[in-house]
Nanobody, 130 residues
Framework: QVQLVESGGGSVQSGGSLTLSCVAS????????IGWFRQASGKEREGVAG????????HYLDSVQGRFTISRDDAKNTVYLQMNDLKPEDTAMYYC???????????????????????WGQGTQVTVSS
C-alpha cells in the first residue's frame, strides 16, 4: 500500500512550536524519499524541507531555515517536521510528499520542486496567530 498520513497540525500563537508527523506505510517508507511542502491560501505550493540525493544535502525553504528541522524515525516509518518560532506567514496546509526511488535506490529530482513529487499526503493545517 502506497500511503502517507500527516498529523500534528493545529493553531498556535506567534513564537510557538509544533511538530508534524508523516507516517508512511512500510512499502512507501522504503521506496520513497519523503519531504514536506506547504500551501497557503491563494498561493502556490512550495517545498519546505527535504533531502536531496544529488548533493547529499538537506534543503530548507529560505524563510524557515534555522527554525524548522526535518528528521526521521526508521523504526516508526515516520518523518517529522519540527517547527519552532512560528510566524503568521507559516500559516498553511502542510503536506508530506514522496519521490519514488529508482532501481539504484536514489530519488531523482528536487525535494523542493512539486513537479518532481510522485505521492502526496492529505495535508494537515497549521495556523499561526499574531
Amino acid at each position: 500500500q502506497v500511503q502517507l498520513v500527516e498529523s500534528g497540525g493545529g493553531s498556535v500563537q506567534s513564537g510557538g512550536s509544533l511538530t508534524l508527523s508523516c507516517v508512511a506505510s512500510p512499502y512507501t517508507y522504503k521506496n520513497y524519499c519523503i519531504g514536506w511542502f506547504r500551501q497557503a491560501s491563494g498561493k502556490e505550493r512550495e517545498g519546505v524541507a527535504g533531502y536531496d540525493d544529488s548533493d547529499g544535502q538537506t534543503h530548507y525553504l529560505d524563510s524557515v531555515q534555522g527554525r524548522f528541522t526535518i528528521s526521521r524515525d526508521d523504526a516508526k516509518n515516520t518523518v517529522y517536521l519540527q517547527m519552532n518560532d512560528l510566524k503568521p506567514e507559516d500559516t498553511a496546509m502542510y503536506y508530506c510528499a514522496g519521490r519514488r526511488r529508482n532501481r539504484y535506490g536514489y530519488c531523482a529530482g528536487s525535494p523542493m520542486n512539486q513537479q518532481d513529487i510522485d505521492l502526496w499526503g492529505q495535508g494537515t493545517q497549521v495556523t499561526v496567530s499574531s
